[in-house]
Structure formats: C-alpha cells, structure tokens
C-alpha cells in the first residue's frame, strides 16, 4: 500500500467523530479473455494517497443506528468504512467500495464489500496496527454487463493503521496514551 495518510469526520459542532489513518491499496481482479480468446486474470489496483479526499457530505458521525461512516473518494469511485460500537467496544463493521473498472463496460459500477466485523478496540482507546489488514471484499455489479461479480475478487491492503472513533474532541491528533 501507498504511504500512511490521515483522515476524519467532523460533526456539525466541528468535533471530530472519526479520526483515522493507514497505508490503503484497493485491489480488484478477475478473469478476462485475451487476443487469443485464452481466460486470464486481470489485475488493477488503487493507492489512496494525500489526494483522497473525504466526502464532506456522505461522511457521518450520526449515521443509521448509531454508525459513523467515513467515506473516501477514490480516483475511480467511493470508499466507505462503516464503524459501530456497543457498549464496550467499537469496532470496523463494514467496508464498501464502489468504482468504474478501468477493464469493464464504460458506466457499470462494482461495488466490493465486507461484513466482516474487525479493528476491535475498547471505546476509551485507539487502535494501532503496524502489520498488513487483508480484508477480502464480496463483488457485484450494477449489471450484467463487463467481467460477471462471480468472477471477481476485491481486496482491500492496509497497513500502518491508526483508529479513534465514536470521539468527542475538536483535535485532529491521536490520543497517544490510549492505545
């Protein structure tokens, strides 16, 4: 993955929400026919970089019962990290990416997903984790049209990761006695 970058949510009293930051490469591949009419694997990936912007707009720290949502946009469509929390813990409940692949039909958007609760952290610490994340997305698309979903795998990379989320604080800096 790219280098580590740093994002948040800010809430409408300008406290920030979420605030997180880690080395992201989103990877998708699938199989494709070449000149030859031979099946292959086709690869493409993205590194977010200082240019992923989060979008103000979809972003939340009020979202759907209780979630917080931060959403990233990528050079080729939308990244979203939905957090939740229970009484105890808050954690990463799921992750969505929508894009264009730069191999399908012009238009046809794939949207890669997991449901797979991770990141695990007591509500009154951040989460650190130099190691690489793997975190394997299920694939569908917007229509039948380019590679079929059940030939596709995603992947999202992360590394370096830094996670506070459900705070209450105006500042953009983690907490470093937490973790």
């Not at 009293?13 to 699938?30: D, H, K």
């Not at 957090?83 to 039909?105: C, P």
Request: charge should be positive; charged fraction near 20%.
């Amino acid at each position: 993955p790219a280098h580590d970058e740093t994002w948040n949510v800010k809430a409408a009293n300008g406290s920030v929400c979420v605030l997180f930051e880690a080395g992201i490469q989103l990877q998708r591949s699938y199989f494709t026919k070449d000149a030859g009419n031979n099946t292959k694997w086709a690869e493409e990936s993205v590194d977010l970089t200082n240019t992923t912007m989060v979008d103000t707009k979809m972003s939340t720290c009020n979202g759907t019962k209780g979630t917080q949502d931060l959403v990233l946009q990528t050079p080729d469509g939308s990244l979203r990290l939905t957090f939740n929390a229970d009484s105890k813990n808050y954690f990463l409940q799921n992750v969505s990416y929508a894009y264009t692949s730069k191999m399908g039909v012009q238009g046809v958007i794939y949207t890669a997903t997991s449901n797979k609760q991770t990141w695990t952290v007591p509500r009154d610490r951040r989460y650190k984790c130099d190691s690489l994340n793997d975190i394997s997305l299920m694939v569908s698309a917007s229509n039948a049209t380019g590679p079929k979903p059940e030939d596709t795998k995603g992947m999202m990379k992360v590394t370096k990761v830094k996670l506070e989320a459900y705070r209450t604080t105006n500042s953009t800096t983690f907490n470093s006695n937490k973790e």
